[in-house]
């Protein structure tokens, strides 16, 4: 029986109501093994973590060194695993050098074939270029409404909308304050999350806290 090793990746807690939550993604990867007759030896998270980078991601990084000859990796979707063609590649060569090979239940791609590994390369392209094309319409769409003087973006941590305009909520501003404080001192993103998480600190949508809602709110008082 072949082996496989599982990689699911959530950047925020938003994504949780967009059909690839942790639990989803684990479920996918669990009935995929089950149908394949594959040995699922474990499976690695990464909660609350941008894709767009490889080297900040430990569990993808524990995943791929787990790795051995002729076991694959499978994740629910490419851009669970990283969402720039050049990032997906060096993985695919990465597994390729160990023997082992990648699959992708949403695309239905699997590596271990020459014609797999073709379509592979053309899905992560294409792929990259739809999120470009996304994001260029959407920064377009913000850049209207706000010239307009519509609303153009969601009520920041430690603010409220009055008629149109931000006020300060007191008691948000002083979380985020001492979010500054932490991380000017040293705090990681991570353990400043994992604090407010503690603390009970509840987020902006009612959610828990992740290292990439941190970095919005260090990006916005910066």
């Not at 040995?39 to 941008?50: C, F, K, M, N, R």
């Not at 390369?121 to 377009?140: F, H, N």
Request: proline fraction near 1%; include cysteine.
């Amino acid at each position: 029986m072949k082996k496989a090793i599982g990689y699911i990746r959530v950047s925020t807690e938003q994504q949780a109501d967009e059909g690839v939550s942790l639990a989803a993604q684990r479920a996918k990867i669990n009935l995929w093994c089950e149908l394949n007759d594959c040995e699922l030896v474990a499976i690695y998270e990464d909660a609350g973590i941008s894709g767009s980078t490889i080297e900040k991601r430990p569990q993808l990084q524990a995943a791929l060194a787990e790795m051995k000859k002729d076991m694959a990796l499978v994740v629910y979707s490419l851009s669970r695993m990283s969402r720039t063609t050049e990032h997906c590649i060096s993985i695919t060569n990465e597994l390729k050098a160990k023997g082992g090979n990648l699959v992708s239940i949403t695309e239905k791609l699997d590596t271990s074939s020459a014609m797999g590994e073709f379509f592979f390369t053309v899905m992560a392209a294409l792929g990259q270029m739809e999120r470009k094309l996304t994001g260029e319409r959407t920064k377009a769409a913000l850049a209207h409404k706000k010239a307009i003087g519509e609303k153009y973006a969601p009520v920041p941590f430690g603010y409220k909308e009055i008629e149109g305009r931000l006020e300060v909520v007191k008691a948000e501003a002083q979380i985020v304050a001492e979010i500054n404080r932490k991380r000017a001192a040293g705090s990681s993103m991570h353990l400043i999350a994992r604090e407010l998480n503690e603390q009970g600190v509840i987020g902006k949508q009612g959610g828990k806290w992740y290292a990439s809602t941190v970095s919005c709110i260090l990006k916005r008082a910066a």
